[in-house]
């Protein structure tokens, strides 16, 4: 339970392979029965490497990511989510995807790593503006993957 949300995390370029592409992932989970104050406000996401930067928004609940109407990217693949869309809904540019193992998979960004010189890529989820309680969260990590 808290009421400041924030997970960061970050790795040098170095450590990728270069000239490769690559996507930054959240993975998470929202306990079903124990969730609470997660989709009262929409989270910040980020992913900054060097000077570029790529920011969003997502709201960490599975009825967002499994009931509404918000059209977003899995894997390639545009998908349609049925139902209405409600005021907290067109504040969100992020939807996560649910994978097979049931967690959570919001894609934070895409980037190209050149390999001709180091940078830091920096990964953030943050919801530091609301006041209420938020619980039910797990965090299995900041995924960055080859495309």
Not at 69 to 80: A, P, R, T, W
């Given at each position: ?25 959240l993975i998470v989970q929202v306990a079903h029965h124990r969730t609470y104050g997660l989709d009262?406000?929409p989270c910040e996401v980020s992913i900054e490497v060097g000077e570029l930067c790529s920011r ?53 960004s895409d980037f190209y790593n050149e390999g001709l010189c180091e940078k830091e890529v920096k ?25």
């Open positions: 339970m808290t009421s400041w949300l924030e997970v960061e995390g970050k790795i040098n370029t170095r450590i990728l392979s270069p000239n490769t592409m690559y996507r930054a992932c009262v406000e969003g928004t997502v709201i960490l609940s599975h009825d967002a990511c499994t009931k509404r109407s918000l059209e977003h990217v899995c894997d390639g693949n545009k998908v349609k989510i049925g139902g209405s869309r409600s005021r907290l809904e067109d504040m969100v540019s992020r939807v996560g995807c649910e994978r097979k193992d049931g967690w959570l998979e919001i894609a934070l990964m953030s989820l943050r919801e530091v503006n609301g006041v209420h309680l938020k619980g039910g969260l797990i965090v299995e990590a900041l995924e960055i993957r080859p495309l």
